[in-house]
């Protein structure tokens, strides 16, 4: 299990603000799970920026419906050929010049 998922599975929301990690509700994080976080960062901030790119692929190919993208991001979470997949559509997207 990802740390990213550890930590969701524990009643939390991670997000990317700027370069920083988000959390919610951030009040109710333990000592154990900050310091899980601190230990953890940079696979967090690595795995929310796959997710990203991900993000990123389907809104260049006009989808836009949460359900949708949710469900894409979760198998992506379960299933690494999935994600492998899902990446490589990432990947072949134009990027900006």
């Known amino acids: ?15 990317m ?5 988000g959390i919610t509700p951030a009040k109710d994080l333990t000592l ?7 230990s953890h ?3 967090i901030i ?9 993000i990123n692929w389907l809104a260049s190919i006009h989808e836009t419906d949460p359900a949708i993208i949710d469900e894409t991001i979760q198998s ?12 490589q559509r990432a990947d072949g997207i134009a990027k900006p010049h």
């Open 76 to 87: 992506g979470k379960t299933d690494p050929e999935t994600l492998s997949y899902f990446l």
């Open 17 to 21: 603000n700027g370069e920083n990690l």
């Open 41 to 43: 960062k940079a696979e």
């Open 46 to 54: 690595t795995e929310l920026s796959t997710y990203q790119k991900i």
């Open 1 to 15: 299990m990802s740390a990213l998922t550890k930590i969701e599975n524990a009643g939390f929301k991670v997000f």
């Open 32 to 38: 154990p799970q900050r310091e899980f976080l601190k």
